[in-house]
């Protein structure tokens, strides 16, 4: 870090004063360090960034061109990809532009800016992921009056009531670092303006921020999870009563899509978090997680709803086959 000290001293001499607090014109992300042959890592983000545009793109496609997928359940599948794409979309570019291409400064407004997207669509994973399963739980708890509870306008106001809860929630967590002064270090120890490492380079109190972190730590990544697993019980309840065991398997079947990318993205996230807070985790150990924490799950998610989800794979299987035909009757004229 010794290279840094000019360029660090250079900021400190154009901070900006907001009243009695001081901020850096720019922080600087570490990343990873002493790590050989890190390129390679970031070469590999790139391609995950493809292949999750691709997928995405996929099924977008599919539940907009097939009128059968039209459904309250796939607006949820939708809404998903959606956020999995604009999230990988507000992490990876940036990401590789960062340290692919050595660009490690960032202007202040720009890294608050980065930080509310990132942790914002996180946010919205986890929420969509809730959703579904409130969507299986009246689908096999209450079977009769599913398509009566589980409508279009029923989901499109969870939907935007999640994105605007969601949005109020992180732009006021963000905005609490505009009360923080930074007068020492600019260095940002993460691979993005991440909120803990930023906060804790304030040389004022904190604490609120700590607080504020821990809140939504909580509404975000522990409460989603326990809300899934009580929907869950009551839906191993409603299938234990169920005479026939195909019937059950068919029933469950249906859950196995959304339980396992539930699995992916909560699991990874809550180990990583719970470590990080009750031992101490090596930086690039920390890093290295967090990155795949957020990349991985939009990557299978739409692999898993194609491959996984009889609907939209037997989809899948008539667009292509209406493209051959159409292709062929092309060919022949």
């Not at 608050?112 to 914002?120: A, G, K, R, S």
């Not at 279009?152 to 009531?161: H, W």
């Not at 195909?246 to 029933?251: C, D, F, N, S």
Request: proline share 5%; with cysteine; aromatic share 14%.
């Amino acid at each position: 870090m010794t290279s840094l000290t000019p360029d660090i001293q250079k900021m400190k001499s154009s901070t900006t004063f907001n009243a009695t607090f001081v901020h850096p014109a720019k922080f600087y992300n570490s990343g990873f360090s002493d790590v050989p042959h890190i390129k390679y890592f970031y070469i590999f983000l790139c391609f995950v960034y493809i292949i999750t545009v691709l997928g995405n793109g996929l099924l977008f496609s599919v539940i907009y061109l097939v009128k059968t997928l039209h459904t309250p359940k796939y607006m949820i599948v939708f809404n998903l990809a959606l956020t999995d794409l604009c999230g990988s979309t507000a992490l990876i570019p940036k990401l590789l532009d960062t340290f692919l291409f050595d660009n490690r400064y960032i202007v202040y407004e720009a890294c608050l800016t980065y930080m509310f997207f990132v942790v914002f669509f996180g946010s919205m994973q986890s929420w969509t992921l809730v959703i579904m399963a409130y969507d299986r739980f009246i689908a096999i708890c209450f079977p009769l009056r599913y398509h009566s509870i589980v409508t279009k306008p029923a989901i499109a106001v969870m939907l935007l009531f999640m994105l605007v809860s969601i949005s109020c929630l992180i732009a006021c967590m963000v905005g609490l670092i505009d009360h923080l002064s930074f007068c020492d270090s600019v260095v940002v120890q993460s691979f993005f303006c991440d909120y803990g490492p930023v906060c804790r380079l304030a040389c004022n109190d904190n604490s609120l921020n700590y607080i504020m972190a821990v809140f939504l730590f909580t509404v975000m990544l522990c409460f989603p999870p326990a809300l899934i697993a009580l929907t869950y019980i009551c839906i191993a309840i409603a299938l234990s009563r169920i005479a026939s065991g195909k019937e059950r398997v068919k029933a469950f079947k249906t859950c196995t899509s959304h339980l396992l990318i539930m699995a992916i993205f909560f699991l990874p996230n809550l180990s990583t978090n719970i470590a990080a807070l009750t031992s101490y985790i090596h930086p690039n150990a920390r890093i290295i997680n967090y990155t795949l924490i957020h990349t991985v799950p939009p990557l299978l998610d739409p692999l898993i709803y194609s491959l996984k989800t009889e609907e939209v794979l037997n989809s899948i299987k008539k667009i292509c086959k209406k493209n051959e035909i159409s292709s062929i009757k092309l060919s022949k004229k």
